[in-house]
C-alpha cells in the first residue's frame, strides 16, 4: 500500500513512520510536511491512499489546497483521500467531503491511533482492488454485447462507448446526463476532451448503422431512433445497452 503522509507536526509523522514498519502488511510511507512537497511527490509517484492533515504551518498552504489541486490534477490514478485532524467543526468536515475527502479520522477521539488509520485504509484499497477487479471483468460483458451489434469499426468510438455504459452501470443512475455524469469520467481516463468523446461515440454509432445488416442490429437493440438521422442518439443507444445489463452486473457484484 503506498501512502502519502500530509502532516506538519514531526511527532505525529514519527508516530506514522514507526507504525509503517511494525505491520503486518506492507507499506510504502512518504511523507510531505507542506503543500509544496505534497504535489511534487503526487506528481512523480503514484499514490493509494493519502492521508491529509487540514491545517499546515509551513505557509504554503493547507489541507483544501491540497484537495483543490487534486480536483484538477488529472492523475493517473486518484488516491482514497482520509483527512486526520484536530478541527471538529461540521462546515469544515462538510466543505472537505465536498472537495473529495473519503474519510475523517479525528486526533482528539480517545481510540485514535496511526494503526488504526492504517488498517482502515488497507481494508478500503482491498475492497476498492475487488471493485476495480469485477468492473474491468464486466467491462468484457459490455465489449461482447456492443460487437454483437456490429460496433468492430471506429476502435476509439467504440471503446469510449463501452466505457460510457459502464460508467452508466456502475453509477446506478436510471436517467443520466451524458455531459454532467459520464462524458467527463470517460474524457478523464482516455485524457481526451468531452466533446471528442461524443463526437467518437456518434461516429461509431453511424458507422456501425450504415454498415451492419439490419437484422443484426435488430436482434440487440429495439428501441427509438432518430426520425431524422435513422440511428439511435447517443444516449438512447447509450442507455439502453446500460439498463438491459444493469441486473446481470448487479448479480456479477
Known sequence: MRVLLIEDEIAHCEKYEKCANHLPYEVELSVANGLKKAIKLAESKTFDMVFLDLELNEGDGDGNSFLRWLRAARLKKVPFIIVITYNSS???HSI??????????????PDYSPRKVFDFAYNCML???????????????IKREVEKMGFTYAVSGKEYLIKAIATVIYAGKSNPSL???VYPVVAKEFKKNEWSIERAIRSAIYRTWRLTDVETLYESYTDYVCYDT????NKELILHIANKLMKGYQEFK
Open 90 to 92: 461540521h462546515i469544515t
Open 96 to 109: 472537505v467531503r465536498s472537495l473529495g475527502a473519503d474519510y475523517i479520522f479525528m486526533k482528539v477521539k
Open 127 to 141: 475492497c476498492q482492488l475487488k471493485t476495480e477487479e469485477n468492473q474491468e471483468s464486466f467491462e468484457h460483458v
Open 179 to 181: 455531459k454532467k455524469d
Open 230 to 233: 435513422g440511428v439511435p442518439t
